[in-house]
């Protein structure tokens, strides 16, 4: 198992090292340091309000870094295996003692560790919010466990589609596509699965009878009960579809707090309460009654729904690892040597 490990490390080490000594990934590096110090003080700014700026200042930050993460990751990662394939250094690297499944996880390790470096800038920006916020540790520590292992599948995923293709390229843009999927797709698959998903929806209402000049009776009479019906859309139905979204999943597995009115004070609530919010069935049978004694409706607040809803990080997280380590056991299937079959045009040597 040690020499599994080692092999495993020096491949890792090899990677790690081209990355090093290019200046351009410095440069990155700095750029995203910028980028943290003004969305750390807009979002001071924006949750100034609220007596958790700090707290929710933290959960933006997080929320940046998981962005920025699975943005870059793929361009790193994606052309990990066959970009070596075109520039004839596979082959000298498959001829050695190193076995297949340690080139391959060896360069999804040094992806994931290049995903990190981002973890590892934002530490003082999570520092300062977390400290000024008085972020319970069950938060700190779970939003950034959440955190590494998203960076560790998008890696995954750039890895394992970089050996099942054979043009960089087109590895690159896969992983783009299935990190796209993940965030936005998700989101539009569920925004039109659940307006086309409809229940009919049934609302009864009386009011006072009205004479032509739009003026009530004296004494008011009451009319009659009238109904009317609509097509009401049904996201309790598709809310599944979300599960598998990264941020869903960082939203939904951290430990959220409410305020005294019942919202949630950083938008790792907001956006989990969301969700949940959409797990509750719509009212299918509505009334209004004008003649009756006026009193305020009172709905559900965010603190009330989430204990009546289910959470579902755990599935979308398991989707996504076996997901991402089928991605990678195809890659060594593809990498693998002596090989029985080569695509029209692969590079050997």
Request: aromatic letters at 12%.
């Amino acid at each position: 198992m040690s020499a599994f490990f080692h092999g495993t490390w020096t491949i890792a080490a090899l990677e790690l090292r081209q990355r090093v000594r290019s200046v351009a990934w410095y440069v990155l590096l700095g750029i995203f340091a910028v980028l943290l110090i003004i969305v750390t003080v807009l979002a001071s700014a924006a949750f100034s309000t609220s007596p958790d700026r700090f707290r929710g200042a933290y959960s933006v930050v997080v929320y940046i870094v998981l962005l920025l993460a699975v943005l870059v990751t793929p361009a790193l990662s994606g052309n990990a295996i066959n970009g070596d394939r075109d520039a004839a250094t596979l082959a000298p690297v498959q001829v050695t003692l190193v076995s297949t499944a340690q080139i391959v996880f060896g360069k999804f390790l040094a992806a994931w560790i290049t995903g990190l470096a981002f973890v590892v800038v934002a530490l003082p920006f999570l520092a300062i919010t977390a400290i000024g916020g008085a972020v319970p540790p069950g938060t700190l520590v779970v939003s950034i466990v959440v955190l590494l292992i998203e960076i560790a599948v998008v890696a995954a995923f750039g890895v394992g589609l970089s050996g099942i293709l054979n043009r960089p390229l087109f590895s690159v843009v896969a992983t783009y596509l299935v990190v796209a999927a993940l965030t936005v797709g998700t989101v539009i698959a569920f925004g039109l699965a659940g307006a086309a998903v409809r229940s009919e929806a049934v609302n009864s209402y009386r009011s006072y009878v009205y004479d032509s000049e739009g003026m009530p009776a004296d004494p008011p009479v009451c009319g009659d009960w009238e109904t009317s019906t609509y097509q009401s859309p049904r996201f309790d139905y598709v809310w599944w579809l979300l599960a598998a979204n990264p941020f869903v999943i960082l939203a939904d597995a951290t430990p959220i707090a409410f305020d005294e009115y019942g919202n949630p004070v950083d938008l790792f609530g907001q956006v989990s309460s969301g969700v949940r919010g959409a797990q509750i069935p719509p009212d299918l049978e509505s009334s209004f009654d004008e003649c009756a004694p006026w009193s305020q409706e009172d709905y559900p607040t965010a603190e009330e729904i989430y204990p009546r809803t289910a959470p579902s990080w755990f599935v979308g997280l398991g989707i996504q690892v076996v997901l991402a380590g089928g991605v990678l056991a195809w890659a060594w299937a593809r990498t693998r040597t002596p090989a029985r079959r080569l695509a029209r045009g692969t590079r050997i040597a």
